[in-house]
């Protein structure tokens, strides 16, 4: 099974700073990406989707290169609320009729501080 | 039920004995996926279902491990003579044939 790699972290920042999470992935064939959420002892929540035209919700915009196989996310104007594990989320290609799995980033922590 | 939920939310068991984790997807949802979460770790892929069937079931970590799913609903994780390295907390998830996955709240097991 192919790897997604994250940069652990913690990034500890003050409120209102510029946050930027980075994600690779191995398996040039997969479809589709995503950006999840995972708060201390709670499951994963999907935060957004990233497209190869980049998408942009509120503070939040994600980025796709899928030359460099390369994913990001950027917060901008970090607030308290925002801390919690940031999970990069690749779709394995669809293979037998299957819709295809996700495959999980071990996660990126992100502590914001006042 | 408005989400995905599981049962029990927490389970501690002796070294030896199986367990049973249950998973109620999201109403309508046809596929249906088990994950697994060490401490400090990522979501390692277990088993995934489509209907009643698991055309993928290459992530199950032994022989000890084995899911069900019936009527295209509830979904049972059965780890048999469980070890300590079972020790984790085992996350079921839902999805409506597009690709966003809805999480349940997960059940903690401690394999004593």
């Known amino acids: 099974r192919k790897e997604v790699e994250q940069d652990p972290g913690p990034f500890n920042v003050p409120e209102g700073a510029t946050v930027a999470f980075n994600c690779t992935y191995s398996n040039s064939a997969s479809q589709s990406f995503f950006w999840y959420r995972q708060d201390c002892r709670k499951e994963p929540k999907l935060l957004m989707s990233v497209y190869s035209s980049g998408n942009e919700d509120g503070r939040f915009t994600a980025q796709l290169n899928r030359a460099s196989q390369y994913i990001s996310l950027l917060i901008r104007d970090s607030k308290l609320s925002d801390s919690a594990t940031y999970l990069c989320v690749v779709t394995e290609p669809n293979y037998g009729g299957s819709q295809g799995n996700l495959i999980f980033g071990k996660g990126t922590k992100l502590s914001v501080k006042p | 039920g408005a989400g995905v939920s599981q049962s029990p939310s927490n389970k501690v068991t002796e070294k030896g004995k199986d367990v049973e984790l249950r998973c109620d997807p999201i109403s309508g949802h046809t596929a249906l996926y088990w994950y697994r979460q060490s401490l400090g770790q990522g979501l390692e892929f277990l088993i995934y279902?489509?209907?009643?069937?698991?055309?993928?079931k290459s992530g199950l970590p032994s022989d000890r491990f084995s899911a069900e799913r019936t009527g295209g609903s509830v979904s049972t994780l059965t780890i048999q003579r469980t070890q300590q390295e079972d020790s984790a907390v085992y996350l079921c998830a839902s999805s409506s044939g597009v690709e966003t996955q809805y999480f349940g709240p997960g059940t903690r097991l401690l394999v004593l």
């Open positions: 279902f489509q209907g009643n069937s698991a055309p993928d």
